[in-house]
């Protein structure tokens, strides 16, 4: 089986799409209103990993995703 080689995007192709910077390095966060006051918070670093959660109060929402984040690094 041949490996997939996966190039990484740079901050600025990421920053285009996910524009809000996370406080954890290399990661960046989009948050999006999918209807009335319900929120979609996703973060996506330079390697297209995304991680991502949905609910009413996005403040929440990005501290929830980042701690998950740092959970995945340790």
Same mark, same amino acid.
């Given at each position: 089986?041949?490996?997939? &080689? @996966?190039?990484?995007? =740079? &901050?600025?192709?990421? =920053?285009? =799409?996910?524009?809000?910077?996370?406080?954890?390095?290399?990661?960046? @966060?989009?948050?999006?209103?999918?209807?009335?006051? &319900?929120?979609? &918070?996703?973060?996506? +670093?330079?390697?297209?990993? *995304? @991680?991502?959660?949905?609910?009413? +109060?996005? +403040?929440?929402?990005?501290?929830?995703?980042?701690?998950? *984040?740092?959970?995945?690094?340790?």
């Amino acid at each position: 089986m041949m490996k997939k &080689v @996966i190039r990484p995007l =740079t &901050v600025d192709q990421l =920053t285009q =799409t996910h524009p809000r910077k996370s406080k954890l390095e290399g990661w960046r @966060i989009r948050i999006e209103e999918m209807s009335n006051e &319900v929120y979609k &918070v996703e973060a996506k +670093d330079v390697y297209g990993r *995304i @991680i991502s959660k949905a609910g009413n +109060d996005p +403040d929440k929402l990005v501290i929830e995703v980042e701690e998950e *984040i740092d959970g995945m690094n340790r």
